[in-house]
């Protein structure tokens, strides 16, 4: 890849690990994307699953094709590896199971895709944006993994690195969307998805059901020493950031944005129960309200604003345009 600012060549490849998880890192003057296997799989075995149940998607294709199944009591693994594991010890088939329909396994597949162009957006966000460069030459830190903690409390540490996480959402999360609306990704999509507002639907159900893997709540006691902001926050400052691009980009969609962003967040919670998850409760939510949760989250917008940006120009591969600033302060 070779951009307009100054060029870096990145390779992309693969991490034998189950977890849904992906890193970048600069080595020698090329970007190096990993994403785990559990970030290829673990989706389209999520949607494929989601997709074959005949309540999930009701109006999709023909749902009386499908069948619950096994499957459907498994809830949603976070381990690939453990997954394919316990299916063994059942005697079932280890490798995902499509939906029967053409139709579902379609949107499945749009899903799924939506998916992994966010998490490796995200991480191409990680190295074009300066921050792999910054985090080197500042922490002596080679590469951004969702692996480590920092000390308690609110560190520059904390700072940095979810104030960076904060960054890379907003703008993978505003590519993609930008992308589903003004591309035709393939026919298939197009066939299915006729309007913009029931793309802007399988958006939200598809970065939903992501989030969710990774676990919706926020626990206000415990905010510090992360390499990540908590999910729920996370997800919640992207969704802003989306609402900013419609905003700008999409004005006619701006009254009836968040309608379908709420219908998608539904219909995936209802995947998620009807395939054996357990369900979202009002404590998992309510800890986003906490004016512990509010001074966390304008910290991590004041350091981005006031630290992070001049310092990433240094070491940035792009032009900078100050990608959550405007997007999440509303939210904070």
Sequence with gaps: MFLPNRSIEIHFDYINDGRCNAGAGIHKGVGLIGMNKGAILLPIEM?????????IWPWGG?????????????GMPINYDELIHQRKLLGRKAVPQPPVDPTRKIIAECCAEIVWSFLI???TVHICHGHVGYLQRTRNIPAILHVSRSP???????LDFQSLELWADSKAVSVVLRGLLLKTHSSDLDSVFQTQMSKIFLWSFAIHSLFRLWGIAIDPSDLTGYTHPPTLLRLELALSA???????????????F???IHDGQREAEKGFVYCGAEPIT??????SKDPRVNDHCNALLDHHEKVLIEELKKYTFVSLDDPIKNSVTSAA
């Design 62 to 74: 023909n749902p009386k094709k499908e069948r619950r199944g096994g499957r459907h009591s498994e």
């Design 242 to 256: 989306a609402s900013v691009e419609i905003e700008n980009e999409f004005p006619d969609l701006k009254g009836c």
């Design 121 to 123: 957006l995200h991480e």
């Design 282 to 287: 009002v404590d998992d939510l309510i800890g």
């Design 152 to 158: 308690s409390p609110l560190s520059i540490f904390d």
């Design 47 to 55: 949607f494929y699953k989601m997709l074959s149940h005949p309540e």
């Design 258 to 260: 968040w309608e379908a």
